[in-house]
């Protein structure tokens, strides 16, 4: 279905042209409640101004267990009303602890409360790369966008320190891109870079990692997780407004300003700008 936006306000004024939905590149996914706690009504209220410019919402995977189903639809169907797609988030690694028979009832539960995207990522598991590509063939044969999550960090998420991740190591970035490449072999549609051990949880930012992926599979193929307004403006101010982002909910407009050349930091105001002849 193809978003027509209302007229906005103060329409005089020209901004970077925006692909309206659905869209393939300056994508915005927004974060479920986690990190902030919130419903569907809040939920509905921050679409109702903002929907236009947010693609998808993720479900961070620990929050939904937590729901009552009628909670859970009642934010799936808040997004649908807004035409923003519902992923999943990374509730696969701890349902994969759980057994093969929780895996497939996992995957018959999402296609059953309406999930549009399922995302596979196993940042906090040591599994087999065939085991990963199997779950992404499972998600397609759901009928189910697959989102594959690729990093350079063992044991991202849930918080973890500098110190704590310093202390794993990170993996190297070539071996990244192969399994990012060996993912849209078997069905992936999108590839997530996550953000722990390249611009999240470090002393230094990797930049050269999301350098290889844009190098390697194009700005259209790959998302990268934001996890602080510092982070999404380095990728606009390097890769343009089209690059497709992973924000907190918090930040969406604050993302779309910054895509559409109305504002920003001292080193990008004024320098966001757009062509299409």
């Given at each position: 279905?193809?978003?027509?936006?209302?007229?906005?306000?103060?329409?005089?004024?020209?901004?970077?042209?925006?692909?309206?939905?659905?869209?393939?590149?300056?994508?915005?996914?927004?974060?479920?409640?986690?990190?902030?706690?919130?419903?569907?009504?809040?939920?509905?209220?921050?679409?109702?101004?903002?929907?236009?410019?947010?693609?998808?919402?993720?479900?961070?995977?620990?929050?939904?267990?937590?729901?009552?189903?009628?909670?859970?639809?009642?934010?799936?169907?808040?997004?649908?009303?807004?035409?923003?797609?519902?992923?999943?988030?990374?509730?696969?690694?701890?349902?994969?602890?759980?057994?093969?028979?929780?895996?497939?009832?996992?995957?018959?539960?999402?296609?059953?409360?309406?999930?549009?995207?399922?995302?596979?990522?196993?940042?906090?598991?040591?599994?087999?790369?065939?085991?990963?590509?199997?779950?992404?063939?499972?998600?397609?044969?759901?009928?189910?966008?697959?989102?594959?999550?690729?990093?350079?960090?063992?044991?991202?998420?849930?918080?973890?320190?500098?110190?704590?991740?310093?202390?794993?190591?990170?993996?190297?970035?070539?071996?990244?891109?192969?399994?990012?490449?060996?993912?849209?072999?078997?069905?992936?549609?999108?590839?997530?870079?996550?953000?722990?051990?390249?611009?999240?949880?470090?002393?230094?930012w990797r930049t050269d990692?999301?350098?290889?992926?844009?190098?390697?599979?194009?700005?259209?193929?790959?998302?990268?997780?934001a996890a602080e307004p510092?982070?999404?403006?380095?990728?606009?101010?390097?890769?343009?407004?089209?690059?497709?982002?992973?924000?907190?909910?918090?930040?969406?407009?604050?993302?779309?300003?910054?895509?559409?050349?109305?504002?920003?930091?001292?080193?990008?105001?004024?320098?966001?700008?757009?062509?299409?002849?």
């Open positions: 279905m193809t978003s027509t936006p209302e007229p906005r306000a103060f329409s005089f004024l020209r901004l970077n042209d925006r692909p309206v939905k659905p869209r393939t590149v300056g994508l915005t996914e927004i974060r479920g409640p986690y990190y902030t706690s919130f419903g569907p009504a809040h939920l509905r209220d921050l679409l109702e101004s903002v929907g236009p410019h947010v693609d998808s919402f993720k479900f961070p995977g620990a929050s939904m267990p937590l729901l009552s189903e009628e909670t859970l639809r009642s934010f799936i169907n808040v997004c649908h009303d807004h035409n923003v797609e519902v992923s999943t988030g990374g509730l696969i690694e701890f349902v994969l602890t759980r057994g093969p028979d929780a895996v497939e009832q996992y995957f018959e539960a999402i296609q059953r409360y309406g999930f549009d995207i399922v995302e596979i990522s196993v940042g906090m598991l040591a599994i087999a790369p065939s085991d990963y590509l199997r779950l992404i063939e499972r998600g397609r044969k759901a009928g189910l966008k697959v989102k594959a999550e690729i990093g350079i960090q063992f044991g991202a998420g849930g918080t973890s320190s500098v110190d704590e991740l310093a202390a794993e190591g990170t993996g190297d970035p070539s071996w990244a891109v192969r399994r990012a490449r060996r993912a849209f072999d078997a069905g992936a549609n999108l590839v997530l870079l996550e953000s722990e051990g390249v611009t999240e949880q470090v002393r230094t990692v999301p350098a290889l992926f844009i190098s390697e599979f194009g700005l259209e193929s790959v998302m990268f997780e510092a982070v999404f403006e380095w990728y606009v101010k390097n890769y343009g407004p089209e690059v497709n982002l992973f924000v907190d909910h918090s930040q969406a407009y604050q993302l779309e300003c910054l895509r559409s050349g109305i504002w920003g930091t001292k080193s990008v105001w004024g320098r966001v700008v757009s062509y299409k002849g």
